[in-house]
């Protein structure tokens, strides 16, 4: 029987939560409170929760740590891209509103907006991971026997 | 030099200051992902690198003549007009500083292919250049941004990269380890300084605009407690990242531990970008007219100077460790730099200004061939130095002409910025200054001249039976470093391009706070 049957179940039930509220954070981020920087961190504290319950090995297979390099690098892609993209559409760099220069709501600014700040959470969240990483792979887990 | 304008598109030159920023960020982002197990990847990440610090200079050449020819080049970060978006200003005073940070960066690119071979484990080449793209992308962005907040994040993107540029020496000597480390507390705190200054700043003004601060500033005056606060802040922040004498100590360890090219980079540039900081915010952000500032400027700021020059010189010569010697009169040349600050008269600041150009040329020079002895000889103490002069005629030859000009020595560009240095100061009446730059050049000569001496004028080592045979270090790592020494020498015989350069940008430091807000630019 796992000692930690308890914490196992819960977390089990609460991390496909934290990381859809990681992405409410993100989408909701042009109305209300909230943004990339807020969504990638509680999307990277899911997978954290997951590594600190179920043991580092099991989150580096859930989550390879060469992903969170490329996704680190990714998100500033996603983010200087967008300014490449307006470059390319004639604007200044990172205006926006070329992307959609007709709209009378400014849907350009939307648009932009909502990549630039996928890039910072995809930058964000594989960062916060990289340090944990860093820092947890440094010691051993605790066998069960240990607790 | 405008031909240089003529050749580059004109999308690149209205695009150019946000252009300049980007294009290393992005290509260290590319860089990174480049698999660091194929051994391939190191020489695509160099020609990367080499590639992306051309056309910066290009386009860098492109902005200088544009600014010499229609005066500042402004720049509206996504199309939103300063004050209320992020504005890009260069102008006569950041204009050579950009130049002067992409040139360097294209020799030093050069240098680094054999260097980073030898002093870099395999797996961490390509990071290893990513993180030098990133630290030129902020030196670069800090330069050329006018919005004061902006600065702050450059400045940390590029001290961050720095740290970890500075700690990868540590496969050469773990000591990097420790003065990466150091460094990055004392840099901490400097960037502390500077934000919470800026903070202030803020405060008092409600904008982060650096021409709308100096707009409000007027208004307000000299009198408010909030903006003293905040010019003392920023001083001090800006004087720990620009090794201002008794807040330079992280200077020395992190230049003789990092690995050369990082050095040669560094001691060129980083410490310039951020004098360049305080002269952009000590003369055209806050009024140098204020009583406090002058004072400031005339009391402490000279001072420091004075001091710097003296004891940076002093234990300069008692060092053993090479780079150490280098590093230790950096600290004293940015003595100079802020002596001839200090006066804040024409005369004074064209000096300070010229003899940060010229010193960069002559200390990266000094540098790169203090790498090359390393990469050939695994050289690193004075004593060591012996008979390089016949293993190693051509680099010692380019390191003995870099050397004369940190002395100073007539037909050398040191001699035009001390002497324009001296005639500043007679001109305020400032003798013992005229003194103290004599008595430093004195000490120039012991601490350059214990060096040239041990390799001239020493026999070379034994090896068994044998002295050790010429090996001239490999031509890539020569040509940056001969540029380097053959410009310290040309710009000594023709100073007038630099001069020039310096006269423009003290123009534009006498000219006080720059007030109007830039108007629509950028592809509109």
Avoid at chain 2, 411 to 431: C, D, I
Wanted: include cysteine.
């Amino acid at each position: 029987m796992n000692p930690h049957v308890i914490l196992r179940v819960v977390a089990k039930m609460l991390i496909p939560l934290i990381a859809l509220f990681a992405f409410y954070v993100q989408f909701h981020g042009d109305f209300g409170p909230g943004g990339g920087f807020q969504a990638g961190v509680i999307f990277a504290s899911s997978i954290i929760l997951y590594a600190l319950i179920f043991g580092m090995a099991a989150a580096k297979k859930a989550m390879p740590p060469s992903w969170v390099r490329i996704g680190m690098s990714l998100g500033v892609l996603l983010y200087g891209g967008t300014g490449v993209a307006t470059w390319l559409l004639g604007g200044n760099f990172l205006d926006y509103t070329r992307f959609a220069p007709e709209s009378t709501h400014a849907a350009g600014q939307h648009w932009g907006i909502f990549s630039v700040e996928l890039g910072v959470l995809c930058t964000v969240a594989c960062a916060m991971l990289a340090i944990f990483y860093a820092f947890g792979s440094r010691v051993q887990d605790l066998s069960d026997e240990d607790w | 030099m405008s031909s240089i304008s003529h050749i580059l598109p004109s999308w690149v030159l209205t695009h150019g200051p946000a252009l300049l920023v980007v294009l290393p960020l992005l290509m260290a982002v590319l860089v990174a992902l480049l698999p660091s197990k194929n051994t391939g990847a190191e020489k695509i990440a160099w020609m990367a690198v080499l590639s992306t610090a051309i056309i910066c200079a290009f386009i860098a050449f492109g902005i200088l003549g544009q600014v010499v020819s229609h005066g500042p080049v402004k720049y509206a970060m996504g199309g939103w007009e300063p004050p209320i978006g992020i504005g890009y200003y260069i102008d006569a005073l950041s204009a050579p500083i950009l130049l002067l940070i992409t040139l360097i960066a294209v020799l030093c690119t050069l240098y680094a292919l054999p260097s980073v071979v030898a002093e870099i484990e395999p797996k961490k080449r390509s990071p290893f250049y990513a993180a030098f793209l990133v630290s030129f992308a902020g030196l670069l962005g800090m330069v050329a941004t006018g919005d004061a907040f902006n600065v702050f994040v450059f400045l940390e993107v590029s001290s961050l990269s720095t740290y970890v540029l500075v700690a990868m020496g540590a496969s050469r000597d773990r000591r990097a380890l420790t003065s990466a480390y150091k460094y990055l507390m004392m840099g901490s705190i400097g960037a502390t300084f500077f934000v919470i200054g800026i903070g202030f700043l803020y405060m008092q003004t409600g904008t982060l605009n650096m021409m709308d601060i100096a707009r409000i500033l007027q208004d307000v005056g000299p009198d408010s407690r909030v903006v003293k606060l905040a010019f003392v802040f920023i001083v001090v922040g800006l004087g720990l990242k620009l090794a201002m004498f008794p807040l330079h100590t992280w200077l020395p360890g992190a230049y003789a531990y990092a690995p050369s090219f990082v050095t040669a980079f560094l001691a060129a540039t980083a410490t310039k970008a951020a004098l360049y900081l305080l002269l952009r915010f000590g003369f055209t952000v806050f009024d140098p007219s204020w009583t406090f500032i002058s004072k400031f400027f005339m009391y402490l700021l000279a001072g420091a100077g004075i001091l710097g020059m003296l004891i940076a010189s002093l234990q300069a010569i008692f060092q053993n460790d090479i780079r150490r010697v280098l590093a230790f009169s950096s600290v004293a040349q940015v003595g100079y730099m802020l002596l001839g600050i200090g006066m804040t008269t024409t005369l004074g600041l064209t000096a300070g200004y010229l003899h940060m150009l010229n010193h960069a040329m002559m200390k990266g020079a000094l540098f790169l061939a203090v790498g090359a002895f390393w990469y050939r000889f695994g050289i690193t103490q004075v004593s060591d130095m012996r008979g390089l002069g016949k293993t190693m005629p051509l680099t010692m030859a380019g390191f003995t002409i870099a050397g004369l000009s940190l002395i100073g020595v007539p037909g050398t560009a040191g001699f035009v910025s001390k002497l324009a240095l001296v005639r500043a100061a007679a001109e305020n009446g400032w003798w013992w200054a005229v003194g103290v730059i004599v008595v430093t050049s004195i000490l120039a000569i012991i601490y350059i001249g214990r060096l040239i001496e041990q390799a001239y004028f020493q026999p070379a080592p034994k090896q068994g039976a044998a002295t050790v045979a010429k090996n001239e270090a490999p031509m890539i790592m020569l040509i940056p470093l001969w540029i380097l020494a053959l410009s310290a020498l040309v710009f000594g015989i023709d100073a007038e391009w630099t001069t020039g350069l310096a006269e423009a940008a003290a123009h534009v430091l006498e000219g006080g706070p720059i007030l109007n807000t830039p108007p629509l630019s950028g592809g509109h």
